[in-house]
Nanobody, 113 residues
Framework: QVQFVESGGGLVQPGGSLRLSCAASGSIFSLYTMGWYRQAPGKQRELVARISGTYVTTYADSVKGRFAISRDNAKNTVYLQMNSLKPEDTAVYYC???????WGQGTQVTVSS
């Protein structure tokens, strides 16, 4: 079972940027497709970005062109660079495999002036 520790969230003004990090346990991390998910208050959790073991990336339409997912297999870490943030990006962000396994604590991102 892979476990995840997310970090890098915070409060940012609209138009700002944040970089999220996710440290994963497990010796076969490089084989997993990894995803960043988010859950806004009162809404279902959604997948916003995905990166395969061969570095193929896909994005939800709502974040395409603004977010970039990457991974460092040597560090068992996946990143989410978020630019041009909007208030509607406010949510708790989680990383996980795709499809997901057990969830970590997540990291709160709040976009507000």
């Amino acid at each position: 079972q892979v476990q995840f520790v997310e970090s890098g969230g915070g409060l940012v003004q609209p138009g700002g940027s944040l970089r999220l990090s996710c440290a994963a346990s497990g010796s076969i991390f490089s084989l997993y497709t990894m995803g960043w998910y988010r859950q806004a208050p009162g809404k279902q959790r959604e997948l916003v970005a995905r990166i395969s073991g061969t570095y193929v990336t896909t994005y939800a339409d709502s974040v395409k062109g603004r977010f970039a997912i990457s991974r460092d297999n040597a560090k068992n870490t996946v990143y989410l660079q978020m630019n041009s943030l909007k208030p509607e990006d406010t949510a708790v962000y989680y990383c996980n495999t795709d499809p997901p396994d057990s969830w970590g604590q997540g990291t709160q991102v709040t976009v507000s002036s």
